[in-house]
């Protein structure tokens, strides 16, 4: 018995192994340009946001184990299709105004961040001072779309 488990065990290891040879895209590609925001805003938008929403993101270790970094990486590269704000100027201005709605929508819902990454990372926690400060810019920065009243909750 001892024998079959210990054979069960190398195996698992040599397959978790195997794992980490899988190539893993971690790359940050360059920043082309940013969104213009306030300092402060710009502060809660890096802490909170931009791991996953530009190209600046900060891969921790755990990023480089399978299978957390191919979860990392997917949320990473979704994160930065839906909104990538290191090539804000390459969304034309009308996108840029739903992108800034959709953002406050978000914040506010506190749909973002979501709540997982949170757990993992505590500095991207947002107060409600924070998600009523990023609606309240978005709201502004986008003209054209009508803003909801922001709020917190």
């Not at 940050?28 to 530009?54: F, G, K």
């Not at 990372?121 to 001072?129: C, E, G, K, L, S």
Request: aromatic fraction near 8%.
């Amino acid at each position: 018995m001892k024998l079959k488990v210990r054979g069960i065990l190398a195996s698992l290891a040599v397959a978790f192994g195997l794992l980490q040879l899988l190539p893993i895209d971690l790359t940050n590609p360059p920043v082309e340009s940013d969104v213009a925001a306030p300092e402060p805003i710009q502060t809660v938008l890096r802490r909170a946001c931009y791991d996953c929403h530009s190209n600046e993101t900060r891969w921790p270790w755990y990023s480089r184990v399978a299978p957390a970094s191919w979860l990392l990486a997917r949320d990473v590269h979704e994160g930065r299709r839906e909104l990538n704000f290191s090539t804000w100027n390459a969304y034309r201005a009308g996108r840029q105004a739903k992108k800034l709605k959709e953002t406050a929508d978000e914040v506010r819902d506190r749909d973002m961040p979501p709540w997982y990454y949170v757990l993992m990372h505590r500095d991207a926690r947002m107060t409600d001072a924070d998600r009523v400060a990023v609606e309240t810019w978005a709201a502004k920065a986008s003209p054209g779309v009508p803003p909801e009243t922001p709020h917190a909750e």
